[in-house]
Structure formats: C-alpha cells, structure tokens
C-alpha cells in the first residue's frame, strides 16, 4: 500500500482501536513524530515499522495486497450495471481490510447497490400493482371515452422507470469504473448512505 492511503489507513485502524498517536508510537517503538508524518502521507515507513504497525493495528500493509487493487476496484464498480448486491458485498468483506480504497469504494458502491435495489423493488411493487387497478381504470376510462391508445401509453409509462433505473446503473457503473482505472474520485449520484 503507498502513500497517502497507506497514511489514511494507519488513521482509520488507529482511531477504530481507539488508539492516541502516542499509544500507538509506544507500541512500535517509534517516536510520535514518525507516526504524525505516516498518518499525513509524508513518509513511507521502513519495513520494520510497517511490520509493528501491521502486528498492532491487526492489519496486513503487505505489498501484494494493492497489486490487484485496480482490477477488484472495476470488478466493484462494473457489478453496478446489474443491480445486485451479492458481488460488491463480497470483494468488499474480502479485500476491505486489505486496500484502503476497496474499503472506501466498496461503501460508496455497496450504498448505490442498495438505494437502486430499493428503487426496484418499489418499482416492481407497483407493477404488481398495475394489473389490479387496470381493469377498473380501464372501464372508468372507457366510460368517459378516453381513446384506449391513451390507455395503453400509460401501461407503457409505468415500465419506463424500471428501464431508466436499469440506463443510469449501467451509466454510474461504467462512469465509476473508469474514474477508478484513471485514479479520480468517484461519484455515485442518488446513493444513500446505508453503509458507513
């Protein structure tokens, strides 16, 4: 892992352990200053330190880890286009103690997975819905002597959500993957934030 997510990282780990700078410096055997400047991204540690950094915040900072990083991250973000949570919900639980950014994506891509299932599933709720108010509307329409073309373009309009779901996860998907490939932030819009 580099600089600066390793330095975030280090961060994270120390404050979920509810570590001070001080304590954690204690425990590697380093001054506080050298902590300060590995949680600010200003200093690469030297292998020992990441070793006792690794062994007291319970983590591996080993280098294969992020060599694989970009292909899990895209693999996260192109598993949008088919709103299903099973995949980025398991590269997240397995590589989110590994990768900083697979840890901070795979909550921005797990949040969006869920918000756009929720939409579905209202969506498909409504659906089901539709046969049973169709024969009345259609009757009380018909008796008001609505054209049954007009009918049917709004049988049509109740599918045209799920297909504009279906467009803008592809679109967010493929949009994401690739501000991931060129090292940007990525940007999921409409996600709410189950997953903190």
Known sequence: MNQPDLGLKVAELRQQKGLTQEQLAEKCEVSTRTIQ?????????????????????????????????????????LSSILPTLIIPLLIWSWKKRQSFKINEQGRVVLNFQITMMLLLFLGGFLLTLLPIALPPLGKALDDMGV?????????????????????FCTYQGVVNAMRTLLDKPVRYQLSLPFVK
């Open 37 to 77: 400047r590995i949680e600010r991204g200003e200093v690469d540690p030297r292998a020992y330190t990441l070793q006792c950094l690794g062994e007291a915040l319970e983590f591996d900072f080993g280098e294969d880890n992020t060599q694989s990083e970009s292909f899990w991250l895209v693999v996260m973000h």
């Open 147 to 167: 054209n049954m073309m007009l009918f049917e373009f709004m049988v049509l309009c109740a599918t045209a959500p799920m297909v504009l779901i279906g467009i």
